[in-house]
């Protein structure tokens, strides 16, 4: 499955039984797993309690940013 991540071309596997994955499992294979992050799927705002809904599809864009500190 290719996907464009924070603007880079990515091809991920898919899933064994060949079903579409949920933007919890992308997120996890991604390494943002437990990661404070927000996450805008074809720059729409997915909100973290729909991350295990939200199916992922072939071509997706997904940003993914982290809150960063600063003054």
Same mark, same amino acid.
């Given at each position: ?19 579409? =994955? ?12 437990? @990661?404070?992050?927000? &996450? #805008? ?5 997915? =909100? ?8 992922v599809?072939?071509?997706? @864009?997904?940003?993914? &940013? #982290? ?5």
């Amino acid at each position: 499955m290719r996907l464009s991540i924070n603007g880079e071309l990515t091809q991920l596997n898919g899933l064994p039984d060949g079903s579409k =994955p949920h933007l919890d499992q992308v997120l996890a294979d991604l390494g943002y797993a437990g @990661r404070k992050v927000a &996450v #805008a799927v074809n720059e729409i705002f997915v =909100p973290r309690t729909g991350w295990g809904d939200h199916v992922v599809e072939e071509g997706d @864009r997904l940003d993914v &940013v #982290a809150p960063i500190q600063g003054g």
